[in-house]
């Protein structure tokens, strides 16, 4: 049997506890083409670094998503901006 997969990351919803998000985790798994998109490839691309302030609660907020996610936040972050580049482009 497999299970449902998640394509995007806006679908994982918040968790209240740890017993609930393992739940979760039981009947969900993440897509490959989802976790490949994530993942950052140094030959396939050239990139530029830039400098981004944000709020240190924003920020804390974020690295814990990432955390749980299992992910580096600033591909997370990273991974936001050019899902959300896509919707805005289509």
């Not at 609660?57 to 299992?70: D, E, F, H, N, V």
Request: charged content about 25%; aromatic content about 8%.
């Amino acid at each position: 049997m497999s299970l449902p997969a998640i394509t995007d990351w806006e679908k994982i919803p918040p968790f209240a506890t740890p017993a609930e998000e393992a739940e979760f985790w039981l009947q969900h798994q993440i897509a490959p083409q989802l976790m490949q998109a994530t993942l950052v490839n140094a030959d396939n691309a050239e990139s530029t670094t830039i400098t981004l302030r944000m709020d240190p609660r924003m920020l804390s907020r974020l690295k814990r998503l990432a955390r749980q996610r299992y992910l580096n936040y600033q591909s997370m972050l990273k991974q936001w901006v050019a899902e959300r580049l896509e919707d805005e482009l289509d």
